[in-house]
Nanobody, 115 residues
């Protein structure tokens, strides 16, 4: 059974930094995609940053230059370094992993950026 363990959310002032991590266990096939999505109150869930099986990363336009996604392939773990945080980055951040034709979500971690 695939399990995602997220950590690193919290409260930070605007301009500050946070680092999220997500570790996937129970994955028995190659991971096609892994990364982070977020959902703010009253809004739809949106992609923040993802990395595919070849190591290519894609970022949402609103985080380019501020967030960096990295991965540890051996540990099936991804890290999201978030710098220059803005109040509009406030949301629940969800880890997502896609092994083979499946998809799994983490429970979410709250990120709150105060102005």
């Amino acid at each position: 059974q695939v399990r995602l363990v997220e950590s690193g959310g919290g409260l930070v002032q605007a301009g500050g930094s946070l680092r999220l991590s997500c570790a996937a266990s129970g994955v028995t096939s190659s991971i096609n995609l892994m990364g982070w999505f977020r959902q703010a109150p009253g809004k739809e869930r949106e992609m923040v940053a993802v990395v595919n099986g070849l190591g290519r990363t894609d970022y949402a336009a609103f985080v380019k230059g501020r967030f960096t996604l990295s991965r540890d392939v051996a540990k099936n773990t991804v890290y999201l370094q978030m710098n220059s945080l803005k109040p509009e980055d406030t949301a629940v951040y969800y880890c997502n992993v896609r092994p083979a034709l499946e998809q799994y979500w983490g429970q979410g971690t709250q990120v709150t950026v105060s102005s």
